[in-house]
């Protein structure tokens, strides 16, 4: 009896210590696996502090991201101070010719450290890299190095040699998967996930397919292992970023039951568990099929919420610009959208003042913001781009009009959004709490599924977590609120 009870100790030992050795091992494997595991602190080989700034779009934000993983990976170690910083990047746009004046207006005046410090190093990464290339020596000597965006991956290299180092243009291997360890803030719950680079369209006023090449799209299973990565390491929101995100897969991937390979991409992405909320950036009008509209539906977590640039009102202007689309189209995505998901936001771009412009051309595209009812708009006074085709073209809408026209449709968009953010007062919403906003401690902000901004009285503990609020009061763009008793 005693015998037995003595061996059946010690089956019950050894499956328990196989157990929890198995279990040790699966983690570890897993660790070392995973392509986006964290890495840890390397030896700091170079003890050069590096610090990146960052302009422009979301697309730039997840470059830098990257570019700070890769850097850190290769030794280098990160700062958000500028002033202690040894190596300054500048991650550029060039979508507006402002935007590389102020850039350029930055490296000048980080040009005055090199005196002190003649080890000091000054990079232009991005856009306006590509788009300016060698010029950038020319224009500031004191800049060591220029990288495009299709470079990047290559950064860590460019940044040890003597510089000036130029390195732009198409790598021999392309790079598109961003293929460095992510780095992850403390406390962050919403990330990019970059699914694709370039485009391959040409709208008449943008530099972007010179700079960023032609579209490469990333595999499916590299973007849903990344999004487990993401959500095992407490992220709860993914934004898919591309240039045109409804084209991801374009014609090398097939359709599957009719489903396009984006809509197959966000169904793979609905089906991990901890991520709780899918959103995408930006669609285009031309690709917006009815099977991403039946998504919306369809999807728990696909977001009610689309960025829909449409940049103009008149079927002419459009056709000018070279966005193969019409007003009709815009019109018919948005009922399709509002019928599917009643209380979709929907967002937009808008040009003013594209050359050749007339009052009637702008009054179009005031009847589809009264029409439409966006609950955001992004509303630009069109600057001609050097490199771009509308360049060429007579730049005639003078600076008044085109400010005279931007107030009008800021006018409208803050009426429409003033009434979108109104509808929600008295209604408990669900809020993605993401951190501590500007005023007072105690004060956090987060975001409803259709993208309101809200403010709300709320302890740290919150932060990452989807919560229920009352909303008690809106501003045109924010709405505020107080948790609801259980929370
Ligand atoms: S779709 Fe047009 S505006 Fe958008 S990135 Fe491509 S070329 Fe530029």
Known sequence: MEHGYELLKACTNFFADFIIFSLLALYLCRLHLSPYRFKKDPVVKKSLKVFVK???????????????????????????????ADV????TCSVREQAE???????????????????????????????????????NGAIDFVVGPKRLHELANVIEGNGPNLCIGDPEVRCPTHGFGRKLGKNQCSAFLSIMQGCNMRCSYCIVPKTRGIEQYRPMQDIVEEAKFLAENGIREITLLGQIVNNYGGRLMPMVDGKTPFVQLLEHLNALPWIERIRYMSPHPKNFSDDLILAHKNLPKLCPSVHLPIQSGSDRILAAMKRPYTREKILEIVEKLRSAVPDVGISTD?????PGETEEDFEETVSLFDAVKFNMAFI???SPRAGTK???LIDNVGDGEKERRNQILLQRV?????????????????????????RGEDTMFGWTSNHCK??????????GRIVPIRIDGFATTILSGTLVDSY
Request: with cysteine; net charge positive; glycine share 8%.
């Open 54 to 84: 960052t302009y422009g779009c979301q697309m730039n934000e997840r470059d830098s991201e990257m570019i700070l993983s890769q850097l850190q990976c290769t030794g280098y170690e990160l700062t958000d101070n500028e002033k202690i």
């Open 88 to 91: 300054v990047i500048l991650n």
């Open 101 to 139: 004046i102020k850039a350029l207006g930055k490296s000048g005046y980080l040009a005055r450290k090199k005196r002190t410090n003649p080890n000091f190093k000054i990079g232009i990464v991005g856009c306006m890299a590509e788009n300016l290339g060698e010029k950038l020596f020319k224009l």
């Open 350 to 354: 808008i040009i003013v003042g594209y």
């Open 380 to 382: 630009f006074k069109y």
């Open 390 to 392: 509308s360049a060429d």
């Open 414 to 438: 803050q009426e429409t959004s003033s009434y979108y953010h109104r509808k929600f007062l008295g209604k408990t919403v669900e809020v993605l709490i993401e951190g501590h906003a500007k």
């Open 454 to 463: 809200v403010l709300v009285k709320a302890s740290e503990n919150n932060i």
